[in-house]
T-cell receptor
Framework: AQSVAQPEDQVNVAEGNPLTVKCTYS??????LFWYVQYPNRGLQFLLK??????LVKGSYGFEAEFNKSQTSFHLKKPSALVSDSALYFC?????????????FGQGTELSVKP | GAVVSQHPSRVICKSGTSVKIECRSL??????MFWYRQFPKQSLMLMAT?????????EQGVEKDKFLINHASLTLSTLTVTSAHPEDSSFYIC??????????????FGPGTRLTVL
């Protein structure tokens, strides 16, 4: 069965410090991995994805994520956090076998960046 | 590009009435759209997969007679909550997937619809 785990409900970071939001996954076959961000009462905005190629993926707003196959992880990172990064972050996975494109979402991690 | 809209953004209705939510892909054709439900500060729960010109595929536990989905064109899917009750109050989000050949893997999400049933 496919699953995604985000072990931290909340991550607190001081502005200017690096941030990491963790994600591990379980999927049959090669994974397609995604990070989305959600601001209050809004839909999800796409940040970045890993389909194939370089394990380090760069995305929007200075975020990046590293695909680690041996650890089945896809942690989201940013070198220097901004207060405006405070939001709810979702990791999602899809198996490349899944031609229907259905995404499995993690439970979400609330990121709080304090000045 | 890849913009998805939802209408209305917010709706309040009385118990027993039906509410229709529209999801539109504005600048691409979406053969597949997805409907999700989200409770406060929780993850998205997939309700159904909507394919243009065919019946929707519902996830286990989702009542198809209560949540009617129609994907009548390549740019529009609708979700109708029939005989709504207070427990149907939630944030409903749709997403759209570009057709094969344009699909790069990700889904594009609408801004969501906040439904409150009194």
């Amino acid at each position: 069965a496919q699953s995604v785990a985000q072990p931290e409900d909340q991550v607190n970071v001081a502005e200017g410090n690096p941030l990491t939001v963790k994600c591990t996954y379980s999927v049959s076959g090669n994974p397609y991995l995604f990070w989305y961000v959600q601001y209050p009462n809004r839909g999800l905005q796409f940040l970045l994805k890993y389909i194939t190629g370089d394990n380090l993926v760069k995305g929007s707003y200075g975020f990046e994520a590293e695909f680690n196959k041996s650890q089945t992880s896809f942690h989201l990172k940013k070198p220097s956090a901004l207060v405006s990064d405070s939001a709810l972050y979702f990791c999602a996975v899809r198996s490349h076998y899944n031609q229907g494109g259905k995404l499995i979402f993690g439970q979400g991690t609330e990121l709080s960046v304090k000045p | 590009g890849a913009v998805v809209s939802q209408h209305p953004s917010r709706v309040i209705c009385k118990s027993g009435t039906s509410v229709k939510i529209e999801c539109r892909s504005l600048d691409f054709q979406a053969t597949t759209m997805f409907w999700y439900r989200q409770f406060p500060k929780q993850s998205l729960m997939l309700m159904a997969t909507s394919n243009e010109g065919s019946k929707a595929t519902y996830e286990q536990g989702v009542e198809k007679d209560k949540f009617l989905i129609n994907h009548a064109s390549l740019t529009l899917s609708t979700l109708t909550v029939t005989s709504a009750h207070p427990e149907d109050s939630s944030f409903y989000i749709c997403s759209a997937r570009p057709p094969p050949g344009q699909d790069r893997g990700e889904q594009f999400f609408g801004p969501g619809t906040r439904l409150t049933v009194l």
